[in-house]
């Protein structure tokens, strides 16, 4: 019998190992195919020099000395009138991070509870819940609001509009998509795990805790991030539930109403600046991770 075996994992891999060979070749064909002028690295390259071109923009004329479009020469002055003379810039960035954050809290942990308890039970009306909870993923962001506006007014629950009426706001919309990537991680666990973990002497939380989110957690993480930056960059639904809070799309519409100020260049290149430092930290945290496991 040991023999047999032995034959037989000795014709799998000499079986595996053209597969593997062939398996290089053809990724070493693709990539020498890829280095080469064709029509969709043409359209690559066209459509990264359209969506950055607007950042290098932004950055060159925060250093410009002048107000207005034409540049005069080059200088840090608005650096230092953001530094030194925009409290109300950095308030309204404040209050968006505290929104953020807390938005994006509230719809990672119900959006987590979501999936699993989606995906892993079965209820009644379990397919209807599925669908209605991608609607506010497909709905106008304008008739979002003015639900919003209307549900949590004085025509609803008659909630005062303030901060804590935009991180409810924030959570309902948040929420769809950390559902969505939590549970594409959910489909793919492997429930012998579980069934593993309940023989060595777990109970439902202990498997909750150290086995489950611990498997999930780059599901977790993604739907994290993802909701704070959908939470600082919303406008629409922040401005009809917002009452008399600004947040830094709030302060930047009503800038550009008189102009594109310059200090909000210089807020940008230092926001552009820190989330590349931040992307690459995380990456390289996340690559060290994965290869210590």
């Not at 690459?280 to 210590?292: C, N």
């Amino acid at each position: 019998m040991d023999f047999l075996v032995t034959v037989i994992m000795s014709i799998l891999h000499k079986d595996s190992k053209p597969k593997y060979e062939a398996a290089k070749h053809a990724k070493r064909d693709w990539k020498k195919r890829a280095r080469s002028f064709s029509f969709s690295n043409t359209v690559l390259v066209l459509s990264l020099i359209f969506l950055f071109i607007p950042l290098f923009v932004i950055v060159f004329y925060s250093f410009n000395r002048n107000e207005g479009s034409s540049f005069t020469g080059f200088s840090f002055i608005w650096y230092k009138e953001l530094f030194f003379s925009s409290g109300k810039l950095w308030m309204s960035l404040l209050y968006s991070g505290i929104v953020a954050v807390s938005s994006a809290v509230i719809s990672t942990i119900l959006g987590t509870l979501a999936a699993i308890g989606i995906s892993w039970y079965k209820f009644f009306g379990k397919s209807y819940i599925r669908s209605i909870n991608f609607l506010p993923m497909v709905l106008p962001e304008v008739i979002m609001g003015v639900s919003l506006l209307i549900f949590l007014g004085q025509d609803g629950l008659g909630m005062n509009m303030g901060l804590h009426t935009i991180i409810i706001a924030h959570t309902t919309f948040c929420l769809p998509f950390v559902y969505l990537m939590v549970s594409a991680r959910v489909d793919e666990f492997d429930f012998s795990i579980i069934e593993a973990a309940h023989d060595l002497g777990a109970n439902e939380r202990e498997t909750l805790f150290k086995v489950v989110i611990p498997a999930i957690m780059p599901g977790i993480i993604s739907g994290f991030f993802m909701s704070i930056t959908m939470s600082i960059e919303d406008f629409v639904i922040t401005s009809l539930v917002n009452g008399n809070v600004i947040t830094l799309p709030i302060y930047v519409y009503n800038e550009i109403r008189h102009g594109v100020s310059p200090v909000i260049n210089s807020l940008s290149f230092i926001l552009i600046l820190g989330i590349s430092i931040f992307a690459i930290v995380l990456r390289k945290s996340l690559k060290g991770f994965a290869a210590s496991k």
